[in-house]
């Protein structure tokens, strides 16, 4: 139980809010009081929420005195100044990915953080989904034997441009290894660490697209363990996206994207079957046996919910709130981490100037 709840407020009311934020912190009332949003032109948080009080500007809300915890939701190009600001006035923060555009950035982040002793943390939330945590139990177990390689893909098929027409635009933290890619380096570095080198193709490939819109990039890791991330825009025909290989086996599973969709339907965290996955999305098990045979089985990830990062963020905030000091060890996401995954971006980018493999 919290010591205090955390008056929280989030700086837009579109998607995320309504599918990846709103519903997990309103699942944990003993942690946080959702009090506010930001709406420029709209008042469609009213809906929900009667009594919140709707900011107009990300400004307006950084300069309130009865909000602990900002959400920064908004446009990738606009984290780093608006989580700069919130820190600036004291508040707690939450940052979508991307983190920042640049490790650079997120390194003025997190010294502020520090300096304020406020909490930061960056909403990797695929870190919670069943199929991970399923993945993470075949490699913490040892399931494969050692590991030789694997293959972590996000692949969709929209070849037309992007309705919301600031993630077409070249800005800083925009393109897929932003908004895709970092969601799969992010779970690398999760499940293995952080690799020794990178090597990378970046491009563009739809023929009117002024982002770069497919990304492949390997990772390297001790042990000649090599990890390929992929993501494109034009796969019509959608593979598997988690595949690892070992001496003794593989591990084979289709994206099944549960918590969205059923969020989209207008399930709720808390409903009967939410974040639980049937056979028809489970994963493929292939191990040696003792007779040199192969068996293969489903393998079925656990129920899954986002509601353990912002339950982890509320323990944060509080002992952060009691102790005058944050453990970053509370953190659902340490922003080391996502600074991390920034090197690693940096690193791929050059790569692809370089032509070459990048020690990191």
């Known amino acids: 139980m919290s010591l205090n709840r955390i008056r929280t407020a989030i700086c837009s009311y579109g998607y995320s809010t309504r599918i990846f934020h709103e519903p997990y912190i309103?699942?944990?009332?003993?942690?946080?009081?959702?009090?506010?949003?930001?709406?420029?032109?709209?008042?469609?948080?009213?809906e929900l929420y009667p009594s919140a009080h709707i900011y107009r500007s990300c400004e307006e809300l950084f300069a309130a005195e009865d909000i602990d915890l900002v959400v920064v939701n908004t446009p990738s190009p606009t984290h780093f100044d608006y989580a700069r600001k919130a820190l600036e006035a004291g508040k707690h923060v939450v940052i979508d990915k991307p983190f920042a555009a640049t490790s650079e950035e997120a390194e003025i982040?997190?010294?502020i953080a520090k300096k304020k002793n406020l909490v930061l943390t960056v909403f990797h939330n695929r870190r919670w989904e069943g199929e991970l945590i399923a993945m993470k139990q075949v490699v913490d177990q040892k399931l494969l034997g050692k590991l030789i390689d694997g293959e972590f893909r996000f692949e969709r098929f929209k070849n037309k441009p992007n309705p919301k027409a600031h993630k077409e635009m070249p800005l800083p933290g925009n393109g897929l290894m932003y908004e895709l890619c970092t969601h799969l380096i992010d779970q690398a570095l999760f499940l293995f660490g952080m690799p020794k080198a990178v090597f990378a193709d970046i491009c563009k490939e739809r023929e009117f697209s002024e982002i770069d819109d497919c990304c492949s990039v390997t990772l390297y890791y001790e042990n000649q363990?090599?990890?390929?991330?992929?993501?494109?825009?034009?796969?019509?025909?959608?593979?598997?996206?988690?595949?690892l290989n070992g001496h003794k086996g593989s591990f084979v599973k289709y994206r099944a994207n549960i918590l969205e969709e059923q969020l989209v339907k207008g399930m709720r965290p808390g409903d009967e079957n939410f974040g639980k996955e049937d056979e028809t999305t489970a994963a493929r098990l292939t191990t040696l046996q003792p007779?040199?045979?192969?068996?293969?089985?489903?393998?079925?990830?656990?129920?899954?919910?986002?509601?353990?990062?912002?339950q982890q963020l509320g323990e944060a905030i509080n002992s952060a709130e009691t102790s005058k000091c944050v453990d970053a060890k509370l953190l659902p996401v340490e922003p080391d981490d996502a600074l991390k995954g920034l090197r690693i971006i940096e690193a791929a980018y050059e790569s692809v100037k370089q032509g070459k493999v990048i020690d990191l």
């Not at 009090?35 to 469609?44: G, I, Q, T």
């Not at 363990?225 to 595949?243: E, H, M, N, T, W």
Request: glycine residues 4%; charged residues 25%; without cysteine.
């Open 291 to 310: 007779d040199d045979s192969l068996k293969t089985v489903k393998y079925m990830s656990p129920d899954s919910s986002y509601t353990g990062f912002y």
């Open 26 to 46: 309103a699942m944990l009332p003993e942690y946080f009081d959702l009090r506010a949003f930001v709406e420029r032109h709209n008042d469609n948080s009213r």
């Open 225 to 243: 363990f090599r990890l390929l991330i992929k993501s494109a825009l034009l796969v019509a025909d959608i593979g598997p996206s988690y595949i």
């Open 109 to 111: 982040l997190i010294d």
